[in-house]
């Protein structure tokens, strides 16, 4: 046994999660700057077989196709191959390995000298709280049964499971039947500091969505007719849609666009969003995660969100808003007026936010967790 953690990450497709500044490249990062990490060894599929694999799930609808090339096995066991191929290839000295996700598998199906390695993996999500997230009767039973077993057979191999939520924390040990010791809530680390919101002004009574696509899915109309009922009751009250122009012209609605935040600018005018906001509100119907959320506690805003998913474990469980019935707009309206309404309540609320980005949400936390269960392995 050693106390020192030298572990080598696994990523597919690296470059595209570090031009996004994904969770995974953030957690990476961190990770290598701690000393814990030596090298991150990423994969990708080759074009020419991705394409394959694509054609091969093919279907008129757009959402179907996307479900089935989601869980399609034979793309996991693509990835299985090249992932062992990038972990062959490390020559750095690594004595634990940390895997993001689960649709690959490396396991005992590493050949020596890897296979005496304790494997190590991190989500935001698994299949069966993506399944619950998608329409009735979508998918084939077969292939449901096929992407359930490949990830347990996954799981399996695995010396721990760290999570981004306690939500899906419970779904592992609920879904996959895995000893309650065998998964790890690790959490999630703000991309900006908890910002000094003491002159905060919370009268803008300005509403701020985020959404780079999937606009029906991530509560955008709900929110857009919640809002038209908010704006008969109170004209002052206006919305803001980052991530992408919705094409949305009609009294009281900006649409930015969407922002790089990789660009300094980019990054100026995201930010400036959030400083000028008063609530945040993504009404989402699923939710891996909502790091947004947390962005946006980050900037003390109060939030609205559905009770679905991690939803009201990042609100509610931080008095930090609250969640509503997906679709129903009624409610969601209700719950806007409410909180615009009174200066107070944002404040407090948002400053619950504050509270638990810098008590919890931080990635020193997030390694710390992961280092500490790792070493009880090397």
């Not at 990038?86 to 296979?115: C, M, T, W």
């Not at 306690?166 to 703000?190: C, H, M, W």
């Not at 919101?197 to 959404?211: C, E, H, P």
């Amino acid at each position: 046994m050693t106390d020192s953690v030298k572990l080598l990450g696994v990523m597919q497709g690296l470059a595209f999660q570090e031009r996004k500044g994904s969770a995974f490249y953030c957690l990476f990062n961190e990770l290598m700057a701690s000393g814990c990490m030596n090298e991150v060894a990423g994969f990708e599929i080759p074009t020419v077989l991705r394409k394959a694999l694509l054609l091969s799930n093919f279907s008129l609808s757009k959402e179907l196709w996307k479900v089935k090339d989601q869980l399609d096995v034979n793309r996991y066991g693509l990835a299985s191959w090249f992932a062992r191929k990038a972990v062959s290839e490390s020559r750095s000295d690594f004595n634990s390995i940390l895997q993001i996700g689960s649709d690959y598998r490396l396991g005992r199906s590493i050949k020596s000298p890897f296979s005496d390695v304790p494997i190590f993996s991190f989500h935001d999500n698994n299949f069966s709280s993506f399944f619950r997230s998608l329409s009735p009767g979508l998918i084939s039973n077969k292939r449901k049964v096929n992407a359930y077993n490949f990830e347990k057979a996954v799981y399996g191999e695995l010396c721990s499971i760290f999570t981004m939520s306690n939500t899906l924390r419970d779904s592992f040990v609920k879904d996959f039947g895995l000893p309650e010791d065998k998964v790890i809530y690790a959490g999630f680390g703000s991309p900006f500091v908890a910002q000094d919101v003491s002159d905060k002004d919370y009268s803008t009574k300005n509403i701020l969505f985020v959404a780079s696509h999937s606009f029906e899915s991530k509560g955008g109309k709900d929110l857009l007719g919640a809002f038209r009922i908010v704006r008969r009751a109170n004209p002052d009250v206006t919305l803001t849609l980052v991530g992408r122009d919705w094409g949305i012209d009609e009294p009281g609605v900006k649409c930015i666009g969407f922002l790089d935040k990789r660009k300094d600018e980019d990054l100026r005018k995201y930010r400036e969003c959030f400083g000028l906001a008063s609530l945040f509100v993504l009404p989402s119907h699923r939710e891996a995660f909502g790091e947004v959320f947390i962005e946006a506690m980050s900037f003390g805003l109060p939030c609205i969100g559905s009770n679905a998913g991690v939803m009201p474990e990042l609100i509610e469980g931080n008095n930090a808003g609250f969640v509503v019935k997906p679709g129903d707009q009624d409610e969601l309206a209700e719950v806007i007026l409410d909180l615009i309404n009174s200066e107070n309540d944002l404040r407090t609320l948002g400053c619950n936010g504050l509270n638990a980005v810098d008590s919890e949400y931080q990635w020193s936390t997030v390694t710390s967790r992961i280092s500490s269960q790792v070493r009880k392995f090397i």
